[in-house]
Nanobody
């Protein structure tokens, strides 16, 4: 059974940092892409970042480029999202997801809430 468990969310002031973790199990980690998505209250879910565990290719939404960094520890089956220079508009529930490529995700975690205060 595929499982994705997010952690690391919380309350932070604008300009601060958080690191989210996504612990994965139930599939061959090296063969999958892991993505981070977020959904703010009243808004649609949007893609934030994605990493291919096989070759380390990374992708970022324009809104987070230069502030967020995605990384993968294949030995721990864990993907991280380092979030720096956080802004109130980054407030959302952050989900990690997995599939064979970054173009479509069929496996989802339950999410972790990030709140950035102004």
């Amino acid at each position: 059974e595929v499982q994705l468990v997010e952690s690391g969310g919380g309350l932070v002031q604008a300009g601060g940092s958080l690191r989210l973790s996504c612990a994965a199990s139930g599939f061959t980690f090296d063969d999958y892409a892991i993505g981070w998505f977020r959904q703010a209250p009243g808004k649609e879910r949007e893609g934030v970042s994605c990493i291919s565990s096989s070759d380390g290719s990374t992708y970022y939404a324009d809104s987070v480029k230069g502030r967020f960094t995605i990384s993968s520890d294949n030995a721990k089956n864990t993907v991280y999202l380092q979030m720096n220079s956080l802004k109130p508009e980054d407030t959302a529930v952050y989900y990690c997801a997995a599939d064979s490529t970054c173009l479509g995700m069929n496996y989802w975690g339950k999410g972790t809430l990030v709140t950035v205060s102004s």
